[in-house]
């Protein structure tokens, strides 16, 4: 998703695309080290022209169409701090962790200073918990409501994951600002909390619950949640080792060596958890790669909704860090199987070894098997970049979900999902 080798001399505070000397890593090319991105749809024979239309038209309809079938993103008045917009999930009628930080990863990739912010401001006045007496103190309640009312004071892990990696590049790219636009500060004390917020034992709306960190020590992984009932189990989807270097390298000093070990872990948990034939993974998980249906959601053993980002996890960390060589063999495993099943018509959720489970292509995984071309040693992969290339801007009822992974997909594709690290 990116062209062009560079070699840049720091003084200071100058900054680059994952600004990293090759001496600091000497174990990795990738391009968070080189600096060079890969282009997939320039690879695939779209001119520069072309690939800067269809990303800015896609942002243009998703923040700011028209806002009864096209847009996501919702300016809502300003307080003290500045304006504030959000990201509905349309279909759901809720503003979700995941969303608001999707959006904020979005706008910093495009340089879109106000969008961010704006986006920030809304997350940190309406879904942040403060208070130390409640479970999901330090956290981000994972559903509101689009007039503020919390639906869920809990957290979904990541979304703190992608704010902190958001406010990291923002930090990079526009430097930081006073109170909460202090995107540093902030990010340091969120990732803190991740990893060292210590049990509380509280009531919320849902009824009283014990909650710990989002991260488990031991095992070196995300929690599905930080409730005790459930936070000895995970989401393959949360697992995001490329985020975990960039902390490894400008986190917390004392934590860096634990979140260098995450990256290494999450890489193997793919390993695992992924099928040796199909490379399909299940939505729900237990620390040791099995699948687990939780007792809600019994399908979550299978290849469903929050699945579909596991390829894009891999894929990216391949493309930023170039670590685990086990990725490529994976990519060409899932590319395998759903051109098997048809690149046209291949289905929306499947069972681990493949049987299909519910018809429809969704938008969302055409965007997401398109980031395989990353890792893919078979050329195939251009057919599933073109694919994303000739699928349109999600508009509708279920314009969220599949827009924003559809605008992140082409942030990849294009080489402008970049690592923004500061010297």
């Known amino acids: 998703m990116k062209i062009k080798f560079y070699i840049v001399v720091v003084f200071s505070s100058l900054l680059f695309s994952c600004s990293i000397s090759r001496n600091s890593t000497k174990q990795s090319k990738g391009s968070a080290v080189t600096g060079t991105y890969r282009n997939l749809f320039s690879e695939a024979g779209y001119t520069s022209a072309a690939i800067t239309e269809k990303l800015n038209g896609a942002f243009n309809k998703l923040f700011h169409g028209n806002t009864n079938t096209e847009t996501v993103y919702y300016n809502d008045s300003s307080n003290a701090d500045g304006k504030l917009a959000y990201i509905h999930d349309v279909n759901n009628n809720d503003v979700r962790s995941e969303g608001m930080s999707y959006g904020m990863m979005i706008a910093v990739q495009l340089n879109k200073k106000q969008e961010f912010d704006a986006l920030w401001n809304w997350s940190k006045s309406y879904m942040y918990n403060s208070d130390p007496s409640h479970p999901a103190n330090g956290f981000f309640s994972w559903s509101v409501k689009t007039n503020r009312t919390i639906n869920d004071a809990m957290p979904a892990p990541d979304g703190e994951e992608y704010f902190v990696t958001a406010l990291y590049f923002a930090s990079a790219r526009w430097g930081n600002g006073q109170g909460i636009y202090n995107y540093q500060a902030e990010a340091d004390r969120l990732l803190n909390d991740m990893l060292h917020r210590s049990l509380v034992k509280g009531i919320t709306k849902n009824g009283p619950i014990t909650a710990v960190n989002l991260f488990d020590t031991i095992a070196k992984m995300v929690r599905f949640t930080p409730d005790l009932?459930?936070?000895?189990?995970?989401?393959?989807?949360?697992?995001?080792?490329?985020?975990?270097?960039?902390?490894?390298?400008?986190?917390?000093?004392?934590?860096?060596?634990?979140?260098?070990?995450?990256?290494?872990?999450?890489?193997?948990?793919?390993?695992?958890?992924?099928?040796?034939?199909?490379?399909?993974?299940?939505?729900?998980?237990?620390?040791?790669?099995?699948?687990?249906?939780?007792?809600?959601?019994?399908?979550?053993?299978?290849?469903?909704?929050?699945?579909?980002?596991?390829?894009?996890?891999?894929?990216?960390?391949?493309?930023?860090?170039?670590?685990?060589?086990?990725?490529?063999?994976?990519?060409?495993?899932?590319?395998?199987?759903?051109?098997?099943?048809?690149?046209?018509?291949?289905?929306?959720?499947?069972?681990?070894?493949?049987?299909?489970?519910?018809?429809?292509?969704?938008?969302?995984?055409?965007?997401?098997?398109?980031?395989?071309?990353?890792?893919?040693t078979d050329a195939r992969g251009t057919d599933f970049v073109k694919a994303l290339w000739n699928t349109a801007v999600p508009t509708g009822e279920y314009r969220y979900y599949d827009g924003m992974l559809y605008m992140i997909a082409l942030l990849i594709c294009s080489g402008e999902y970049k690592c923004y690290i500061g010297n």
């Open 229 to 376: 009932i459930n936070a000895n189990h995970t989401d393959a989807s949360y697992h995001l080792p490329a985020f975990y270097e960039v902390w490894s390298r400008i986190g917390p000093k004392s934590d860096r060596t634990f979140w260098k070990s995450a990256a290494q872990t999450s890489r193997d948990y793919f390993e695992k958890t992924a099928n040796g034939k199909t490379a399909l993974t299940p939505e729900y998980g237990n620390f040791d790669g099995t699948p687990w249906a939780a007792p809600w959601n019994k399908g979550s053993a299978d290849f469903r909704f929050d699945a579909r980002r596991c390829v894009m996890n891999w894929s990216l960390d391949w493309e930023w860090w170039s670590v685990d060589k086990r990725v490529q063999d994976r990519s060409n495993r899932l590319l395998d199987f759903f051109t098997a099943e048809g690149i046209h018509t291949y289905g929306n959720q499947y069972s681990l070894s493949g049987k299909k489970l519910e018809d429809g292509q969704p938008t969302s995984l055409i965007a997401m098997n398109a980031t395989a071309a990353l890792a893919a």
